[in-house]
């Protein structure tokens, strides 16, 4: 199984590259063709990237390429609208000295960061690799987020070793991005994130700090008014614990309009699509779900769709034994 998962991993990085390759090009020849744009270049115009951020204004195009120091070591805040922060192959933004958050596009309830536009980056050795907070419009795509984790003798959690959290985010994306080995969830939802996609991006093995229970996700839906999100076309493989989780704790004002699309989620350790306590009206179709539940552990135990929730769902088309139609999958 593991030779399986570092061939699929392999094939997964082999098309990655050239992509964003071509994706920091055609951003490069895009912001040249509009005398509208102010493009600026990091390390040419300023040094760090914060620094180019700090002096951006609306419209402005921030270019990042390789430094001859290396990867930039900082925690970059974005708190300007309408910008677009571009990375060309190779750059590294690297927390190991910093922790933290590495990009976080960072809004207020009365004032959201709207429009900003983040790709290309290598993300790793953070607390969290990237954050959106009350942000509207956002993109974030082409990223490699990987090992970003907490301190050792803690435990991830909720925003704590996540590759990429939207946190009261609306109307975002976040697309084609290869999401691994964070200790704790691959990509959050949660908190008031409404309207938001998060497609074809490939979550493979996250939960790295996840010992001895392998609780994590590799995309997690939570959170008090966490509504309407579309899941959709993302591969989510050997996660430690399930592929995808939609729920809030029982009792509480439940997840709705959540649409899981056409996902694959293979060879995690637990169940590959679970909707789990209070949710309802929520839209599982044409996913690709087997394979999962490698740890056996309970609830879902052998069963790769599993809703233990309090009902009112949709499933539809799905592959992979469901615990509302095969309650054998639920025997250890």
């Known amino acids: 199984m593991q030779t399986t998962l570092k061939r699929k991993r392999l094939s997964i990085l082999y098309v990655a590259v050239p992509v964003l390759t071509l994706i920091a090009t055609l951003i490069v020849v895009t912001a040249a063709a ?176 996840e010992t001895p229970n392998p609780d994590a996700a590799g995309i997690l839906v939570t959170g008090a008014g966490t509504n309407d999100n579309r899941l959709e076309e993302n591969e989510l493989l050997g996660n430690n614990g399930r592929g995808i989780f939609v729920g809030r704790p029982a009792g509480t004002a439940p997840i709705t309009g959540t649409l899981v699309l056409q996902n694959r989620a293979h060879d995690n350790q637990r169940s590959g699509i679970a909707i789990m306590s209070a949710a309802t009206q929520n839209y599982v179709f044409q996913n690709d779900a087997r394979d999962n539940n490698l740890s056996g552990l309970p609830p879902c135990v052998h069963c790769n769709l599993v809703d233990i929730s309090i009902g009112g769902n949709v499933w539809e088309r799905n592959l992979g034994t469901f615990n509302l139609t095969d309650s054998a999958c639920l025997i250890p």
Do not use: C, W
């Open 34 to 209: 509009r005398p509208d744009t102010h493009v600026i270049q990091v390390p040419a115009d300023y040094p760090t990237i914060q620094a180019a951020v700090n002096a951006a204004n609306e419209g402005d195009a921030i270019m990042v390429s390789v430094s001859d120091l290396g990867a930039y070591q900082e925690n970059v805040v974005i708190t300007t609208s309408n910008l677009r922060l571009h990375a060309t192959t190779g750059v590294v933004l690297d927390g190991a000295a910093v922790h933290g958050v590495g990009i976080n596009v960072h809004g207020t309830s009365s004032n959201p960061v709207a429009r900003v536009e983040v790709s290309g980056f290598e993300i790793r050795n953070f607390t969290e690799g990237m954050l959106a907070l009350n942000a509207t419009g956002v993109q974030l795509h082409h990223n490699d987020v990987h090992d970003n984790e907490v301190a050792l003798g803690k435990l991830p959690g909720l925003g704590l070793g996540v590759g990429i959290e939207l946190r009261m985010a609306v109307d975002s994306e976040v697309s084609e991005n290869l999401v691994h080995h964070n200790g704790g969830d691959g990509i959050e939802l949660r908190i008031g994130s409404t309207g938001n996609t998060i497609k074809a991006n490939h979550v493979y093995e996250n939960g790295t700090q």
